[in-house]
């Protein structure tokens, strides 16, 4: 995505079409814009905007329009620049680049091109739609603005999954956990916590937004970096995978605090604002069993001597818990970042679990599949709990509609028994 | 496990009531060089429980002159910030156990890991 802004100040307002990769943004400062910048893996690049319009005619009205006291810092004589052309959803000829550079000598350059090293940037930005099989030969639409920066992008290749020493069935891919550490406003000298971290995929992109990280997960042997491997030709892992090992690779292992086997139903943090941020990806039961420690009537495996015998854990419970914890243990204005699983036929906004200590800022869906999606849902703590809140949920319907949605697990395998039952096959439900 | 950890975590053993903070056996303890970050530490001293930093050090033999009384002006104090620093982040626990002041019930500390689970009769 394109950002196009100006810095007129009397409009704020965001224009967006949902297929165009181009947003033009009003009423921000290039401080802003910088900031942002610095942060989004979903941003491309950012520019001001000096000009747009359908045609070259128009461009090159709506140029002859911004006001060359705006132009003059950055094009003033013994300055350098250099002027790109980015072409979405169409490949130019080399000749044809230069042809359109040559168009836009109208405009007042008074400093001397550099290709290597040019002090500003600005570029020609030509929208070719979003059919790839249906491109057009003239551009619908066309901007011209000054590069102020990039985003961060490079981050969902550099972070990829694919390249990390240590991951699992589950490890949450670079781009959406770099998106949720924005989403929790990770900052520098933050403590964040995870209280189902499996491998730590999220706990890599907030160290790298520079907070210091710990997590907790029931699974002794992820914690421990043992087990099978979840990488293809791989039996089993080795003595390098492990999160703290994760957080080595990018640099960023002096953010490592601790992490511990631990379950997340019971607490093992005292009464206290603990944490700036708490982000997480609790278990669905689908791909990773839900468990926590309790009674069960129908053991029948011996017990490894130390992982404790586990029941289900309603999903309905970890959520309430998860509410109730950050409530207790985040900073006031700290952030709870976590993926919700649906069942969309039965979806609304209802669902979504609150509780009176935090105030809900967003709720953003990823379909999965026809019936299933996940949303991602940030919360942020606005007052401490008092002694009846973390009950909230019994006494007042609005706090637990998610109940009903418990049966998530019962209704995803039983779309896929109805499926696999027409091929005569059968499927077993994992626990 | 660094001590940072240690000064936030408490027993949830089935009707402990003081199980705060949790004893510290250890066998084996490493000292890592940690990046020294003033303003971590000033973030975090207000969230600590001073006088269990200061035991849980003294316990590992690591105490090296931290006050028994944090001073009012801490933020200044580079010194005492790096002292702090060390404290809370250098000194890790490999090998040993957290034991609840109240049961006596250990949890298990193996590779740096605490191991908090519970068995279910103890839920």
């Not at chain 1, 499926?419 to 626990?431: D, H, L, N, Q, Y």
Request: hydrophobic fraction near 35%; include cysteine.
């Amino acid at each position: 995505m394109c950002i196009v802004y100006s810095s007129n100040p009397h409009t704020h307002s965001a224009s967006v079409s949902l297929q165009s990769p181009f947003v033009c943004l009003d009423g921000l400062s290039e401080e802003d814009v910088r900031w942002v910048m610095a942060r989004s893996v979903c941003a491309k690049s950012a520019f001001e905007l000096w000009g747009h319009g359908r045609t070259c005619a128009e461009l090159q009205t709506s140029l002859s329009s911004y006001p060359s006291e705006n132009m003059g810092p950055f094009m003033h004589k013994g300055s350098t620049y250099k002027i790109n052309v980015y072409t979405f959803n169409k490949t130019l000829l080399f000749a044809d680049r230069i042809k359109k550079i040559d168009a836009l000598e109208f405009l007042p350059f008074e400093g001397s091109v550099s290709l290597k090293s040019p002090e500003h940037i600005f570029c020609l930005l030509e929208d070719y739609g979003t059919d790839p099989n249906n491109i057009p030969e003239h551009p619908d639409y066309m901007y011209f603005g000054r590069w102020i920066a990039d985003g961060q992008r490079e981050l969902i290749r550099s972070h990829s999954v694919k390249n990390r020493h240590f991951i699992g069935n589950t490890s949450m891919d670079a781009g959406l956990s770099f998106i949720m550490a924005n989403h929790a406003k990770v900052h520098e000298n933050h403590l964040v916590f995870d209280p189902f971290v499996g491998t730590g995929s999220l706990l890599v992109a907030c160290s790298h937004f520079g907070a210091y990280v710990c997590g907790t997960d029931i699974d002794y042997n992820t914690i421990h970096g043992k087990g099978r491997s979840s990488r293809k030709n791989h039996m089993w892992r080795g003595p390098d995978e492990n999160i703290r090992a994760n957080l080595r690779q990018y640099g960023t292992e002096r953010m490592y605090v601790d992490v511990m086997v631990s379950d997340a139903s019971k607490s093992v943090w005292r009464k206290a604002a603990l944490f700036d941020a708490i982000i997480t990806d609790p278990p669905y039961g689908i791909r990773e069993s839900t468990r926590r420690t309790g009674s069960h009537k129908d053991i029948t495996k011996p017990l490894d001597s130390h992982v404790p015998v586990s029941q289900a854990y309603h999903l309905s419970d970890i959520f309430t818990d998860l509410l109730n914890f950050s409530a207790e243990h985040l900073v006031i204005g700290g952030r709870l970042v976590y993926w919700l699983p649906v069942y969309r036929p039965e979806y609304c906004d209802e669902v979504v679990p609150l509780h009176p200590c935090l105030r809900l800022i967003s709720n953003c869906e990823q379909t999965l599949s026809s019936h299933t999606s996940r949303r991602l849902i940030t919360m942020e703590k606005i007052k401490d709990p008092e002694e009846l809140d973390s009950l909230a949920h019994l006494s007042d319907p609005r706090f637990s509609p998610y109940q009903g949605h418990n049966a998530f697990r019962q209704k995803y395998f039983s779309g896929l028994n109805k499926k696999s039952k027409r091929k005569g096959t059968e499927v077993t439900v994992r626990g | 496990m660094k001590l940072l950890t240690h000064n936030m975590l408490t027993s949830h053993v089935k009707g402990v009531t003081k199980g705060y903070p949790l004893l510290i056996k250890a066998t084996e303890v490493k000292v890592n060089e940690v990046e020294f970050n003033p303003q971590f530490v000033c973030r975090m001293i207000p969230k600590l429980e001073w006088s269990a930093l200061v035991k849980a050090a003294d316990d590992l033999g690591h105490r090296q002159d931290l006050p028994a009384e944090l001073e009012p002006d801490y933020e200044k104090n580079e010194d005492l910030l790096k002292k702090v620093h060390r404290a809370l982040l250098e000194v890790e626990v490999v090998e040993g156990s957290l034991q609840c002041p109240e049961s006596g019930r250990e949890f298990p500390i193996s590779k740096g890991i605490p191991n908090m689970l519970l068995n279910e009769d103890e839920v």
